[in-house]
RNA sequence: GGUGAGUUGGCGGAGAGGCUACGCAGCGGACUGCAAAUCCGUGUACACCGGUUCGAAUCCGGUACUCACCUCCA
C-alpha cells in the first residue's frame, strides 16, 4: 500500500497520513454557496480535493472512501440576491446549484453515480444545528443576547490555533464594527433572528436562521461523526471559518479530535492579481467553457500548479495545456489504460504533487508508453472518455453546407499539388487558416480540422 | 500593526546539502514540394548580503521585493 503525505495546516507540517478507520477513510470539503455561478478560484478546490478523493480511493478502496461536500443554501448573500433578482430563494438555490454541477462536471468532477459521496444542504440540518446550538449553551461556550446566540470565544482555549493568531492580535486588527451586545468582540454568531421577510425557523430563541459556520459543525458531525480524517478548503477559510468550526465542534465533543489533517489550498490569480470585478479580470468557469476553453484545459492548469502555491490563471497556460493534452490524447487514442504507474502514485502520494504527476506524465509520453499514460493521467481525472469532446468533434456539429465549401478547396488544393502549383495550394491553406480551419497533408491523404477557439471562427464569409 | 506563503533559466513550474526535473519557447538536424505533426540533439537557473559545511539553489541569520489573510470570500 502506498504511503500518503499530506501537509496538516494544524501542525504545518507535511506528515504521514493514517486513517483512523483504513475501511472508511472520511473526508470533508467546504462546498459553495450557491448564489451565483462558480468562478474560475471556486474551481481550484473542487478539483485539488477531487484528485485526492482519486488517490484515496486508488489507495484504499473506492468503497473504503466517504467524502462530504456542503452546500451552503441559506446565507445572506443568497438572500439579497434573490431579492435583486426578485425570485424566491429556493429557485435560486437549485438553479445556481445546478450550474455548479453542470459546470463542475465540465471539468471532471462529477459525482451522480457515486453513493460514497455526500452534498448535505444546510437547510436540511437546521435541527442538527440547533441540538449543537442548545448543547453549546448548556455548556455555557455560547450565549443568548438580543435574540442571537453568539459562541463565546474566551470559553475555548485552543481558540485561534488554526490560525496562529492570538485572540489580543485579532482584536488589535479587527476591521469589524463590533456588535454591542457581544461580550468579547471576536465572539461569532451561531444563530440570528429573521424579520418576516427573511426565511427563518423556530428556535428556542425565536425565528431565525443559522450563521455559517455552524452549517459545516453540524454537517459534518451527522455524516463523518465527531473525529474524522480530513477537512479541506480554500486558505481564505482558515479564519475565521475554520477556526470556529473547531471551536464550536470541539466544545460540542471534546472528547473527539474533530478534523485531524487539515488541508488548505492557496489562492487563485489571474494575470497576477486577485480575481475581482472591479478589476475586469473576473471570470466563471462557464465563461471559459463558452469561449471554448475545454474543462479539460481548464482542470490541467489548475492541476500545473501545487495546491499550496497560489497559482496564476493566464491564457497561455491554457494554450500550453491543450497542446499537451491533443498531444496525450494523440498518444493514448483507442489504447486501454494499464495499471497507474508507480511514479505518477508516488507523485501524488507526496502531498498531492500534481505537478511531479504531470512530468512523469511528460517522461511516459516520451518513452510512448500510452497504457501507463492513461492510467496515470486518469488518476488525475484526465483523458477521461467523458472530456474528450473537444479531441474529436463530432462531425454533425458542423453546418454540411460549410463542410461542401470546406472540400470545394481542399479539391482545389489538391489539383494545384498535382499540377505542382505550391505557389496556389499554399495560398490556398492560408485562406483556410485564416478561419481556423488547419489543413494536414498526412500519409492517409490531406486531412483538415476545424479549431473552434480561432479567433476567426465562425466567419466563415471569408471562404467565399 | 498582526499572521502566513513566496522570490528557481526567455516563460511556466518541481525538487531540496554533492547526482539531467519536466513542459513551452529558442537553436541545430531528420522527415516534408512547403507546412503541420512526429522524432533526434542542444544552451541558459536557483532575489541580495553574510554564516555553517570538504561542498549550499537546498541549512542558519539578515536585507529587499511580491502575494494572501486578519471583513463575505475557494
New binding site residues.
Given amino acids: 500500500m502506498n504511503t500518503i503525505k499530506l501537509t496538516n495546516s494544524k501542525t504545518?507540517q507535511k506528515e504521514f497520513f493514517t486513517p483512523i478507520n483504513s475501511c472508511n477513510v472520511r473526508m470533508y470539503v467546504?462546498?459553495?454557496?450557491v448564489y451565483d455561478r462558480?468562478?474560475?478560484?471556486?474551481a481550484?478546490?473542487?478539483v485539488v480535493f477531487d484528485v485526492l478523493y482519486r488517490l484515496l480511493r486508488y489507495v484504499y478502496g473506492s468503497r473504503h472512501v466517504s467524502y462530504v461536500r456542503n452546500i451552503?443554501d441559506i446565507?445572506?448573500?443568497i438572500i439579497d440576491r434573490a431579492v435583486q433578482a426578485g425570485i424566491e430563494i429556493d429557485e435560486l438555490t437549485s438553479k445556481t446549484l445546478n450550474w455548479f454541477h453542470e459546470d463542475m462536471a465540465a471539468l471532471g468532477v462529477d459525482y451522480r453515480n457515486d453513493p460514497q459521496f455526500f452534498e448535505p444542504r444546510a437547510t436540511e440540518y437546521i435541527s442538527e444545528m440547533l441540538a449543537m446550538i442548545e448543547e453549546l449553551i448548556k455548556r455555557r461556550h455560547a450565549y443568548v443576547a438580543k435574540q442571537h446566540v453568539l459562541f463565546s470565544v474566551e470559553s475555548f482555549q485552543d481558540y485561534g490555533s488554526l490560525?496562529?493568531?492570538?485572540t489580543e492580535?485579532?482584536i488589535?486588527?479587527?476591521?469589524?464594527e463590533v456588535a454591542p451586545f457581544k461580550q468579547n468582540s471576536?465572539d461569532?454568531v451561531l444563530w440570528k433572528p429573521s424579520n418576516n421577510d427573511q426565511p427563518g425557523w423556530e428556535s428556542p430563541w425565536g425565528r431565525g436562521r443559522p450563521g455559517?459556520h455552524i452549517e459545516c459543525s453540524a454537517m459534518s458531525h451527522a455524516l463523518l461523526g465527531e473525529t474524522f480524517d480530513i477537512h479541506g478548503?480554500?486558505?481564505?477559510?482558515?479564519?475565521?471559518?475554520h477556526e470556529n468550526e473547531i471551536a464550536q465542534s470541539r466544545c460540542f465533543c471534546p472528547k473527539g479530535d474533530f478534523a485531524r489533517y487539515w488541508l488548505?489550498?492557496?489562492?487563485?490569480?489571474v494575470d497576477?492579481?486577485?480575481?475581482a470585478k472591479s478589476v475586469g479580470n473576473f471570470f466563471t468557469v462557464r465563461d471559459l467553457l463558452n469561449q471554448s476553453v475545454p474543462g479539460e484545459v481548464i482542470r490541467f492548469v489548475l492541476l500545473?500548479?501545487?495546491y499550496?502555491?497560489?497559482?496564476?490563471w493566464?491564457k497561455?497556460?491554457a494554450?500550453?495545456a491543450m497542446?499537451?493534452l491533443?498531444?496525450w490524447r494523440?498518444?493514448t487514442s483507442g489504447i486501454k489504460e494499464g495499471r497507474p504507474p508507480e511514479n505518477v502514485v508516488n507523485?501524488l502520494a507526496?502531498?498531492l504533487?500534481?505537478?511531479?504527476a504531470?512530468?512523469?506524465?511528460?517522461?511516459l509520453?516520451?518513452?510512448?508508453d500510452g497504457p501507463s499514460l492513461k492510467a496515470g493521467a486518469m488518476l488525475l481525472g484526465l483523458l477521461h472518455d467523458n472530456l474528450g469532446h473537444w479531441y474529436a468533434p463530432k462531425s454533425n456539429d458542423i453546418d454540411e453546407i460549410l463542410v461542401e465549401r470546406i472540400e470545394f478547396w481542399i479539391n482545389q488544393?489538391n489539383l494545384a499539388?498535382i499540377e505542382?502549383n505550391?505557389?496556389r495550394?499554399?495560398a490556398i491553406?492560408h485562406k483556410l487558416s485564416a478561419v481556423g480551419v488547419?489543413?494536414?497533408?498526412?500519409v492517409d491523404g490531406v486531412k483538415w480540422a476545424i479549431n473552434p477557439a480561432h479567433e476567426n471562427s465562425g466567419k466563415w464569409e471569408l471562404l467565399e
Avoid at 30 to 33: E, M, R, V
Avoid at 172 to 176: K, L, N, S
Fill in positions: 504545518r467546504c462546498g459553495p454557496t462558480a468562478h474560475i478560484g471556486n481550484r478546490p473542487v451552503t446565507d445572506d448573500k490560525s496562529g493568531r492570538s492580535d485579532m488589535a486588527g479587527a476591521r469589524v471576536m461569532f455559517w478548503g480554500g486558505s481564505d477559510l482558515i479564519f475565521p471559518h488548505h489550498n492557496e489562492m487563485l490569480q497576477g492579481k486577485k480575481m500545473s500548479t501545487h499550496r502555491k497560489p497559482m496564476n493566464t497561455k497556460k494554450d500550453e497542446m499537451t491533443r498531444k494523440n498518444l507523485a507526496d502531498d504533487n500534481t505537478s511531479r504531470v512530468a512523469e506524465l511528460h517522461r509520453a516520451a518513452v510512448q488544393r499539388k505542382k505550391y505557389a495550394a499554399d491553406r488547419a489543413v494536414l497533408d498526412t
